[in-house]
């Protein structure tokens, strides 16, 4: 079975989904396919001083950057790599110490030289860091993102999933804010694709989660925190 994830590489939940996505695969049989969703792409039209607190178009702009780099590795180094680094943005943003929830910390998650770790932890050439600047890549991660909110409709955030791409079913998350276990890994798998297979399923929601068990966060297994729902992101509430 072949999978989709669209992915932007500063959601919290992405990263959360896409671990619990490799730990399935060996488990279903499944290849992963990884594909863009930009949320500073999907929130264009948003006054983000009127809607966010302000971290949020820097850390936005910045998953663009990290979007960027991707779309010109794919490019010119093939879908492994890809794989690679999609791993690599994960663990440099998110398995590492508390990151302030400050603009200047999120900017530097998009800055060249933050970048041009990821692209050595992933083995990958310092070079392809240029992309990260060129807007000309906005057009690969801009299509890829419409692909997949075209696939869900438009009022849901990341990650998205398609299972059987091109023509199969796609839905958004889902999303969870701790690793499962590989038992549980495999029947949440299950149960997410069987639920998004019935015809006539059309939404299974609640707003209240728990914090990101991640270590940016500050948060482990024992410390339990709510988090906000938005449209499209991780708005933290602090506790």
Known sequence: MDVRLWFDPICPFCWMTSKWLRLVAGQRDLAIEWRFISLRLVNAGVDYDAQFPPEYEAGHLAGLRGLRVAARTRKEHGVEALDRLQWAFGNHVFEREPVPDTAAARQ?????AFLERVLASAGLPAELVAAAGDTAWDEVVQAETDEAL????????TPIIQVDP?????????????????????????????????????ELKRSLREQPQLPSFGVGTDQVGVT?????GSRRQHR
């Open 150 to 157: 075209a696939l869900t409709g438009r009022d849901v955030g």
């Open 108 to 112: 530097e998650q998009g800055s060249d």
């Open 228 to 232: 906000e729902d938005w449209h499209g």
């Open 166 to 202: 091109p023509a199969g079913l796609a839905f958004f998350g889902p999303v969870i804010s701790r690793m499962p276990t590989e038992e549980q890994a495999g029947e949440l798998w299950d149960h997410a694709v069987g639920l998004a297979r019935f015809p006539g399923f059309a």
